[in-house]
């Protein structure tokens, strides 16, 4: 089993920043990727970036974060990824969700597991 826990959430104006942290525990070699993902209400679940976490390098970010938000990955074992999130934008603003699992570009399947969310708030 593998369990994930995301911090860093908050309210921002917009044109700050805010990094996300995202720790994972628990049988880490049964994912080879990370990513983060958010949804705003009344829309479906987004991808925002992911990143390989072994075997390959690479990242991928979505178009609408690309230049803005970075995703790397650190702490103890690696097993720590973040989200650094530059000229946040109101429509940036969203329940931001880290998952594990097998990744193509900016999509995540046979996930392992999901975070429990950390809400992003972008005031005007």
């Known amino acids: 089993q593998v369990q994930l826990v995301e911090s860093g959430g908050g309210s921002v104006q917009a044109g700050e920043s805010l990094r996300l942290s995202c720790v994972a525990s628990g049988y880490t070699k049964s994912y080879t990727c990370m990513g983060w993902f958010r949804q705003a209400p009344g829309r479906e679940r987004e991808g925002v970036a992911t990143i390989y976490t072994r075997d390959v390098f690479g990242t991928y970010a979505a178009p609408s974060v690309k230049g803005r938000f970075s995703i790397s990955q650190g702490g103890a074992n690696k097993n720590t990824v973040y989200l650094q999130m530059n000229s946040l934008k109101p429509e940036d603003t969203a329940m931001y969700y880290c998952?594990?699992?097998?990744?193509?570009?900016?999509?995540?399947?046979?996930?392992?597991?999901w975070g429990q969310g950390t809400q992003v708030t972008v005031s005007s």
């Open positions: 998952a594990a699992g097998t990744c193509s570009g900016i999509t995540i399947y046979d996930v392992k597991a």
